[in-house]
C-alpha cells in the first residue's frame, strides 16, 4: 500500500473511517533498537540492518540534534553572547572532559536527552503504524533511567533532577510501546576504553584521558551492571533480545540470520512477549496511530506540574537571556520552512500543510518571538548588513 503522507495530513478519526492502518503491515513492520557501550560500531550494524531489512534508519540523538537547527546553524557558537554560566551549551564534548562541570551541565543535558529521544521515539512509532515500514534505530528512552541512575551513582548529578526524573518517566514513558527487538551488542570495558583511546586518536580527540571514560566504576556500573543485567533482564519479558560479543567486530549476517528464525508475530494474547504491539482491533491500531500522529497529548506530558529541581529550572534572568539568544540565531525566529530570508518560499500556497512538515524540521526547544525589543530589531539590522556585504560571520 501507498504510505500514508502523515507529515503533511496527520491522523485523526475522520482519516481512520477511510484508511486503515494493519493493510500497511507486514513482517517487517517492526521496531528494532540497537544498543550497548560506546565504540563498538553500533551505528554501522543498525544502518546495515535497516538496508537488509528495508526499514528507516533513525540515527540515535545527541546533543548536535538539539543545537543545530534545521538551516544548518549551531547555538553553541553563539554562547558568547552568555552572560550566565547555565546558560552555556553544554554537550557529550563537554561531558567526556568535564562530567560535574557548569553548575549542573549533565543535569540539563540527560534531562533534555531523555525528552528528545522520547519525541524521536515517537516520530518512529508515527513512521511505522503510518507506512507500515519498520523502523532501526540506536538507543530507547525505555532504557535511559540507568545513565541517569549511573550519573547520580558517580555524584555527577542532583539528587533533585533524579527524582525530577523518575515523576516524568512514570508521566511519560508507558505510552510508548516498547521494541519488538533488542540487539545489544557487548564487550568488556577494557576493549570499550581501548576502542575509545582508538577513536580519540583520530576522530574524538575530546575523549583524550577523559575522566568519564577512563573512569572503569563507571563504565562497569552503566553497562555492565545496569544495562545489561538489569535492563535487559527486564525488557527480554516484552522484546526480543540478542546479545552479541562485538569485542573484535562481527558478521552482520549472523544478526541477520538470527533475527529471520525469530516469531515475533507468534504469541499467545495472554503472552507477555511482544504484548504491546497486540492491539487486536483495527480501532486499536487507529488509537495508537492517532496518538503518535497527533502528538498533543503526548507533548502535553512534558508541561509538568514539578517545581523543586534547582539544576534544571532557570531563574527568570537566565532563561529571558536563554530566549534572546535562541531567538537571534538564523532561522529560529519563524517555523521551519517559513523563513524566506534562508530561502524557503513566500508562505502563501499550502500553508496548513507546511505548518505540519515544519514540526519535523523545526528547533527542538521552544523560542519566544512574538516580544521583540529595540535592541534584537538593532542586532537584525547590523546582521543583515553584515550578510550583504559577504561576512561568513554575519549570524554571530
Aim: net charge negative; proline share 4%; aromatic share 14%.
Amino acid at each position: 500500500m501507498k504510505p500514508w503522507n502523515y507529515k503533511r495530513w496527520g491522523f485523526d478519526y475522520i482519516h481512520a473511517l477511510v484508511d486503515g492502518t494493519t493493510k500497511r503491515f507486514n513482517d517487517n513492520s517492526k521496531l528494532v533498537v540497537v544498543d550497548g557501550p560506546p565504540a563498538l560500531g553500533k551505528t554501522e550494524v543498525a544502518k546495515a540492518l535497516a538496508e537488509e531489512f528495508d526499514m528507516k534508519f533513525v540515527p540515535g540523538w545527541t546533543m548536535e540534534n538539539f543545537y543545530i537547527n534545521s538551516y544548518g546553524f549551531d547555538l553553541r557558537e553563539l554562547d558568547h553572547k552568555f552572560t550566565y554560566e547555565r546558560n552555556l551549551s553544554y554537550d557529550e564534548r563537554k561531558f567526556a572532559q568535564d562530567p560535574a562541570g557548569q553548575d549542573g551541565g549533565l543535569d540539563r543535558m540527560l534531562w533534555t536527552s531523555y525528552h528528545m529521544r522520547y519525541l524521536e521515539y515517537m516520530d518512529c512509532l508515527e513512521h511505522i503504524f503510518n507506512t507500515g515500514q519498520g523502523v532501526v534505530t540506536e538507543r530507547s528512552p525505555h532504557s535511559d533511567y540507568v545513565y541517569i541512575d549511573a550519573a547520580y551513582q558517580q555524584g555527577w548529578i542532583d539528587r533533585s533532577t533524579k527524582q525530577y526524573y523518575y515523576k516524568m518517566r512514570e508521566l511519560t514513558v508507558h505510552e510508548l510501546l516498547r521494541p519488538n527487538l533488542i540487539i545489544y551488542l557487548d564487550a568488556p570495558t577494557e576493549v570499550v576504553q581501548s576502542n575509545i583511546r582508538a577513536r580519540a586518536a583520530s576522530s574524538h580527540p575530546w575523549e583524550a584521558n577523559s575522566p568519564v571514560w577512563e573512569n572503569t566504576a563507571y563504565l562497569d556500573s552503566l553497562y555492565q551492571r545496569m544495562l545489561k543485567r538489569d535492563y535487559l533482564s527486564v525488557a527480554a519479558e516484552s522484546s526480543y533480545v540478542l546479545t552479541y560479543d562485538w569485542s573484535e567486530g562481527g558478521d552482520v549476517e549472523v544478526v541477520v540470520e538470527d533475527i529471520e528464525r525469530l516469531q515475533m508475530d507468534y504469541h499467545d494474547k495472554y503472552d507477555k512477549q511482544q504484548k504491546d504491539w497486540r492491539l487486536m482491533t483495527e480501532d486499536g491500531f487507529a488509537s495508537k496511530r492517532n496518538l503518535y500522529t497527533k502528538k498533543d497529548k503526548l507533548l502535553g506530558y512534558f508541561n509538568d506540574p514539578f517545581w523543586g529541581c534547582d539544576r534544571l529550572i532557570l531563574s527568570t534572568a537566565e532563561a529571558t537571556e536563554q530566549d534572546r539568544v535562541r531567538r537571534s540565531l538564523p532561522g529560529n525566529f519563524y517555523r521551519a520552512g517559513f523563513n524566506t530570508d534562508l530561502g524557503d518560499p513566500e508562505p502563501f500556497w499550502g500553508t496548513w500543510g507546511r505548518i505540519r512538515e515544519g514540526y519535523y524540521t523545526d528547533t527542538p526547544y521552544s523560542v519566544e518571538n512574538a516580544l521583540s525589543d529595540a535592541e534584537l530589531t538593532f542586532e537584525d539590522n547590523v546582521k543583515r548588513s553584515k550578510r550583504a556585504a559577504g561576512d561568513p560571520n554575519w549570524w554571530k
